[in-house]
Nanobody, 122 residues
Framework: QVQLVESGGGLVQPGGSLRLSCAASGSIFSINTMGWYRQAPGKQRELVAAVTNGDSTNYKPSVKGRFTISGDNAKNTVYLQMNSLKPEDTALYYC????????????????WGQGTQVTVSS
């Protein structure tokens, strides 16, 4: 069974930095896309950043230039370096991956981590 394990969230002051990590493990055949979503109270879940097919990146416009997504394909791990954090970045951040499994019959679908809280406050 596929699992996504997140780490790196916490409390930081405005202007500070955090680095989130997400490692996928289990019966993985391939990963189509992997990245980060976030959801603040009372708001819709939104894409923050993602990498597709190992090289194509996509960022929410408001984080472009501040956040950087990167990964280690051999470890099925993705990172999100967050700099110049703002109070508006406060949210529960979820790791997400679209994965084809080694199950029989093979399955392809979306998997989510438990979420890690990022709070930006003075």
């Amino acid at each position: 069974q596929v699992q996504l394990v997140e780490s790196g969230g916490g409390l930081v002051q405005p202007g500070g930095s955090l680095r989130l990590s997400c490692a996928a493990s289990g019966s993985i055949f391939s990963i189509n896309t992997m990245g980060w979503y976030r959801q603040a109270p009372g708001k819709q879940r939104e894409l923050v950043a993602a990498v597709t097919n190992g090289d194509s990146t996509n960022y929410k416009p408001s984080v472009k230039g501040r956040f950087t997504i990167s990964g280690d394909n051999a470890k099925n791990t993705v990172y999100l370096q967050m700099n110049s954090l703002k109070p508006e970045d406060t949210a529960l951040y979820y790791c997400h991956a679209n994965i084809r499994t080694r199950d029989w019959p093979p399955r392809r679908g979306d998997y989510w981590g438990q979420g890690t809280q990022v709070t930006v406050s003075s």
